[in-house]
């Protein structure tokens, strides 16, 4: 795989997921502050910026899968532990909206 595609790859799915956890802490600020439709809002925004972040990974996959190795760097693991955190921060921030909303709701 050529250097600059690999770097454009590990830089999207460190930028995207990166924003995907900014998303969701805002998100929870929100929520716990009471307003649950703008923090659901937020939660749609990580999640496009998560298809993004996918789409990053989804390229250096490809790349695999057609037989070109891609060269595992230190840059590239910090990149899927990005992405990783940013899927299950997003989770629990889903989740976090929802004890949020039925405890305001009461």
Do not use: P
Not at 11 to 33: P, W, Y
Not at 40 to 59: R, V, Y
Request: charged content about 25%; hydrophobic content about 45%.
């Amino acid at each position: 795989m050529e250097e600059a595609v690999l770097m454009e790859s590990i830089m999207g799915l460190i930028v995207h997921s990166g924003n995907t956890r900014s998303e969701c802490m805002e998100a929870i600020q929100l929520a716990k502050s009471g307003q649950i439709q703008e923090a659901k809002e937020k939660i749609q925004l990580a999640n496009d910026a998560l298809i993004e972040a996918h789409h990053s990974q989804t390229a250096l996959l490809s790349q695999e899968a057609r037989g070109e190795k891609v060269e595992v760097s230190m840059l590239l693991i910090h990149a899927q532990d990005h992405l990783m955190n940013a899927i299950t921060f997003r989770d629990l921030a889903t989740e976090m909206i929802e004890l949020y909303e039925r405890i305001k709701g009461e």
